[in-house]
């Protein structure tokens, strides 16, 4: 597809069929993406079509009231999102000139994002250039990651299952999860509880604990220890699961460092294992194909310079 799509960019056509082309895929209709543009059903029909022609390959099936994305279309949606994206952030790329520091910052975060270094640099940043604005936004890592492949972020942080070969990586902490309860559960304020404690309590945890996503660690510890209580719920936000536990649905994996406050108020009860917990890395993710304005290149500089104060390049939490 990389190189039709290459040839497609030589070429002469209205570049607003891209557009059109990335409404239709969100909103999964001719209809939404009319409603979307503001434009009459016949003319997005139309659109997509003279795309196809272009292009010489089927992007949407809709045969039959049918309405499935083709592996050539989704290869061209993933370009479009990056294309647009890209040409969405002209005006700050174009503007950001003379001696004050200004542009707009825009993070997307995993859910249990907690790092004090980054809080630093954000209070130092934004004492030093005022006029900087932020947007920062919550998502699952998989969709973060999304985001900064599209250029739709300026950078994320969150965790990382598998590296994307067009996006860079640098490792910012290392956090630990333990297993927990809340006030109600019957484990609540047990000491000298082992792993074989745990093996037939429900269970409540993230979206990603599975042993082929990014808490693959939790999963393998429980898979290991024979950990077969009923998964009862889950959530793919830190809050969430958190206050699922808290509500005593069962047990569940948080990270050590961020719930700590929670666990001398009396919120929450660490269960085993005590010792070497499962340790999860945080990144930061970056496009290198993405022109950074000089408020994000200078923020990125000034973030990963902390780095330097962490003895094996990152942090370790607790």
């Not at 108020?265 to 340790?279: K, V």
């Amino acid at each position: 597809m990389g190189g039709e799509m290459s040839d497609l960019l030589k070429r002469q056509f209205d570049w607003n069929l891209l557009h059109t082309f990335t409404v239709i895929v969100e909103e999964r209709s001719i209809t939404g993406a009319a409603n979307r543009l503001l434009l009459r059903q016949p003319s997005v029909s139309n659109a997509l079509k003279r795309l196809e022609d272009q292009i010489g390959a089927r992007l949407i099936d809709r045969e039959r009231g049918r309405f499935e994305v083709t592996e050539q279309g989704l290869a061209l949606y993933h370009e479009c999102r990056e294309i647009c994206g890209a040409i969405g952030r002209l005006s700050d790329v174009m503007s950001d000139s003379g001696n004050q520091l200004s542009g707009h910052l825009h993070l997307w975060l995993a859910s249990h994002v907690v790092f004090p270094p980054l809080d630093d640099a954000l209070f130092e940043f934004n004492r030093e250039h005022p006029e900087v604005t932020y947007e920062i936004n919550v998502a699952t890592s998989a969709h973060v990651t999304s985001q900064v492949l599209s250029q739709q972020a300026s950078f994320g942080i969150c965790l990382v299952n598998e590296q994307h070969p067009r996006l860079e990586y640098r490792k910012l902490y290392r956090e630990h999860f333990g297993f927990f309860c809340g006030p109600t559960h019957h484990l609540f304020g047990r000491e000298n509880l082992t792993l074989a404690d745990l093996r037939s309590e429900a269970f409540v945890s993230f979206s990603t604990d599975q042993l082929s996503d990014a808490l693959a660690p939790v999963a393998v510890l429980r898979a290991r220890e024979g950990m077969k209580g009923k998964v009862i719920a889950t959530s793919p936000h830190l809050e969430e699961v958190r206050r699922l536990i808290n509500a005593g649905l069962g047990i569940g994996p948080l990270p050590i460092h961020v719930v700590q406050n929670a666990m001398e108020r009396g919120q929450l009860w660490r269960l085993p294992p005590y010792d070497a917990p499962p340790a999860i890395d945080i990144y930061l993710v970056t496009n290198p194909r993405m022109s950074l304005g000089r408020a994000e290149r200078f923020f990125i500089d000034n973030l990963t310079g902390r780095l330097g104060n962490a003895p094996g390049g990152y942090f370790v939490y607790p």
